[in-house]
């Protein structure tokens, strides 16, 4: 694992904008912290001191709602910018965060992101509108999931990761089918059963946690048109 930020692959995607001086001031403050498979990394309430960068592995952002009754807010991936959505309008994190598998974390300073944001515009105007995209990611994911039948929720989570996490057409469910309900918003029942359907009718192969989509452009009409 590289842990030099001056050939780091992931500075193109936020960092390039910093001045030479302040990219040295980043490369010292930072730390690389790396967490197994269902490790929390921050608890709903704990004050926000950090701010946080996935560069590998998979993290699950949720609330709790009511006793011990989890609310999934969303999966982040690599190159996600992990809370950035609260950091500068909260002083406490209003969600948890913590593994789906083994992962990477970068860790800046706060302190330091908000003095650079008002020392450097260039800075200041690239994290806006990262925030501004990711805002609209949620939005927009949240708004078709509303939209989509049971069966086109559950094909959209599938093509999510597929296309946008894994990258490939055969993969491991990194959540459980409750999870999977919780994030798009469906009984633990429905999911099981939809996946047997998907399943019986040659859309996808299903062993353990394993999942292969054999017929993507059905499980594409599914989504769209669910």
Do not use: W
């Not at 040295?24 to 790396?34: G, M, N, V």
């Not at 706060?110 to 450097?120: E, T």
């Not at 929720?153 to 093509?159: E, Q, V």
Request: hydrophobic fraction near 40%.
């Amino acid at each position: 694992m590289n842990n030099n930020c001056e050939v780091c692959f992931y500075r193109s995607f936020l960092f390039d904008n910093l001045e030479k001086k302040e990219f040295a001031l980043l490369s010292l403050a930072r730390k690389e912290i790396d967490y197994k498979k269902g490790e929390i990394i921050v608890r709903e309430g704990e004050k926000i001191s950090d701010f946080l960068y996935l560069k590998e592995g998979l993290l699950k952002v949720y609330r709790t709602v009511g006793p011990r009754k989890e609310q999934i807010v969303g999966v982040a991936k690599p190159m996600d910018f992990v809370g950035l959505l609260s950091v500068f309008s909260k002083s406490n994190y209003q969600y948890s965060i913590s593994t789906l598998e083994d992962s990477s974390v970068c860790a800046i300073p706060l302190d330091l992101v908000k003095q650079m944001v008002h020392s450097n515009g260039d800075f200041a105007n690239t994290l806006l509108k990262k925030m501004s995209e990711m805002n609209d990611q949620i939005l927009n994911a949240r708004l078709d999931i509303n939209l989509k039948n049971l069966r086109g929720r559950t094909a959209y989570i599938l093509l999510m990761l597929s296309k946008e996490v894994y990258k490939s057409e055969k993969f491991d469910l990194p959540v459980s089918r409750k999870e999977i309900g919780e994030l798009i918003d469906m009984r633990t029942e429905n999911v099981i059963r939809i996946l047997s359907e998907f399943r019986n009718d040659g859309i996808i192969k299903i062993e353990g946690k394993g999942i292969e989509i054999v017929d993507m452009e059905r499980l594409e009409q599914i989504s769209e048109f669910g």
